[in-house]
């Protein structure tokens, strides 16, 4: 028995010394919320860097001059995994911050999980509407019918082409392909391949933004049956998107186009601005890499083409603001959100930056005067969003494996495309009870 | 082996001193609770939690409910399971030897007296303090197929190169070479083993006419022993748990073909991005059973080959 009392000071040190770390944490949480006399301090979570970041300063000027009674904290969360894992555990340990910036991709994930704020009243209250933005930047934002984000700014999808390379074959650079035979025929002329190694490759079907989401919504085909929430990875017109990209593939040596793709795969080393990529599939947040790196580069964007030459499309994701489950100055954070989603919010927050999820604000910026510009947002009208779904992440990831697996001739496009929707749909049988 | 003190002193001791003993004991408490609380919140208790959790469908933002073994019976179910195991047991089954190799050789050339030998541990030393996403990174660009400074020299001498990380068949082995370049820290405790060779075992084996592979064979190595056998618990027990180096690679992807799919990265996968918490838990005691299993067989056979000096 003599044992026993030797440990009893000891763990009971180590309990009193516990119990007054637990204490400090928890009085520490709660001390940000109120700071000074009628004034609510509203803490927003980001991962916003240089002109994002000074936009933002800006918002928020804007904004606690016309809420004098409501004060911004910005905290910068890094913009990599680590914000997520951040935000995830700050929600799950009840001490979330009031508004934090999120990719719209995740909203289906984190409200089929609960643990965001349904904002559909306060947006009516505060005559947020539908109609205010593009169609898919409010599909993106909402799940099961109700709006759990406010869509800040978003992005578009288009073919890249070397106006140079062009002229130099002799294909007309004011001519970019629209069909897919088009785009068939410029590649094989534009590549110059040596033996085993290209020293210019037309086109990769797969490289860059070319997902089997671009293809498959090219080609006219639907991932998700809109009255049945059911996921249609295997759509007849995605499989033949599929087939195109492999038979692609096939035609130049998929192993030896993995040089061009392999996974380097940063701004200076992008082999479209290095000349060694004649086209390729990107977005609008290229552009800013193609001044930096090779301001003089000559080339057009053009809408990706399509198996029949019309009907255009793209797919376009983007960033916005959520209100976590637990947040603690939900009125006040909603002003914030309703600043950042009307007119004003929008101009200010995506000034020389982003494209806005408001139509008019875009025209404002004068996009519409700018060659490349105008194409985005153009195209913005018939942009898809990727389903908004609780497996989001799986679908993405098995779309991609799907796609990586039938170009490399690992099962056919059909079997691994029936495989994603069968893994898809169980997944989420689980949310359906 | 050192001998602990007997227990039975303890008991001698007169009783005045006895308080005094306990007095100390519970400083020494008081300045370890910090380790022992840190340990009690953050490891022990999280890791018990799991063993629960792995029965549940936990996703950190839900409590999730109790599913029995399913997680485990969905696991053995699971392909990229499967291939995240035979990828993180072939960089293993490859790494950790080519490490010990290469380590002890590094090493004895390192203890070799020559002059400026300061400079040469220095330079071989210095990888390992680049970290890990800078080292992907830097090796990103050596291996690129097309402008990479590897396949570069590689056609100088008409060799052409592979795809390297672009390839199914070559990104495990690029890993694998990327890998040891951080073996510095081995190095550093293979000399240190080195060092605690008794030089008359040298003498005595020159005197016999030993030649430096004799040498080496029987004086350095077998004495050496204890060094390699820490090294390679723990050399296998990183290995198993990669996860920094193909994560920044293949930007969370695994690619090319989930060949580049690790354990842990596809243990991160489910636990923080599918928010299949309670399947990520069940993963991460598969891992703590095999690496247990593997780190206990070593354990046996190792009174077969390891020599402790003093015996």
Redesign the interface.
Known sequence: MRRSKRFAFPILVCFLVMVLLVTACSTNGGSSDQAGEGITTVTMWHGLTSIDLDNMNKVVKAFEEKNPTIKMNLVYTESNEGSDQKLLTAVAGGNPPDVALFDRFKVGTWAAQGSLTDLSSMAAESGIRKEMYYPFAWEESSYQGKLYAMPMDTDSRLLFYNKDHFKEVGLDPNKPPQTIAELEAAADKLTIKEGKRFKRIGFIPWYSQGWLYTWGWAFGGEFQDTATGKITANDPKVVEALQWMTDFGKKYNVEDIAGFTSAAGTEEMDPFISGQVSMKISGNFTVKGIEKFKPDLNYGVAPIPTPTGTNFTTWSGGGSAIIPKGAKNVAAAWKFLEFLGKEEGQTLLNADSQISVIDSVNDKYGYKDDPIMKEFINILPNSHNRPVIPEGQLLWNELASATEKATRGNGTPKENLDRVTETVNKALEKYDK | MVKLADPVQVKAIPSASKRAL?RT??IG??FA??W??GL??FYAIPMLMSIYFSFT?Y????PGEFIGMNNYKELFHDPLFWKSIYNTIYFTVFFVPLSIFFGVALAMMLNMKVKGMAVFRTIFFLPTLVPQVALA?LW??L?????GLVNGMLANIGI?GP??????SWSKPSLILMSLWGIGQAVVIYLAGLGDIPEEYYEAAQIDGANWFQKTRKVTLPLLTPVIFYNLVMGMIGAFQQFTLPYT?????G????SMTFYVMYLY?NG????KMGYASAMAWILFIIVMALTGIIFITSKRWVHYQGK
């Open positions: 306990h004991n519970a408490w008081l609770s910090p022992a609380i009690l919140c469908t996703s950190i933002l839900q990174v990103m660009w291996l690129h197929p097309n402008f052409d795809a390297w990380l672009g390839g199914e690679l293949t930007k969370g992807q690619t090319p073909a989930n996968e923080f991005r599918y928010f």
